[in-house]
């Protein structure tokens, strides 16, 4: 019994003294960086620029831009009108953003 106890008191001075460093993969908030920087012009999924470029699902379709990846390329780099965002979205920025797009217009945007 002694020995059972020295040797779990001594696993945890042991994972004191070393510490597993695992560092989960900062979060990037997509809803927060399209607030940012797409609600201007998109506001709850519309488009104040072209009416027929929201980011509804019904027009995603029809402008086949059917995926959450075909959403960050244009945030990236723009298409027609829209400049592209990469520098301001930052590493990733543009895939968060795309995938909480894609989210809002599988739900008809009924989030806002």
Known sequence: ???RITGLILSC????????NVQAEPQIDGAF???GHCAG??????????RGQTLKMKALVRNNI???KAIALIAREGRGQMSGYGDVLGEGGDLAVA???WEQAQ????QG
Request: aromatic fraction near 8%; charged fraction near 10%.
């Open 1 to 3: 019994m002694l020995r």
């Open 41 to 50: 012009c998109h506001l709850n999924g519309g488009n104040i620029i072209r």
């Open 13 to 20: 001075l042991i994972s004191l003294l070393h510490p597993i």
């Open 99 to 101: 995938e909480w797009v």
């Open 107 to 110: 739900n008809a945007w009924t």
């Open 33 to 35: 960086l399209f607030e």
């Open 66 to 68: 059917a995926s959450a």
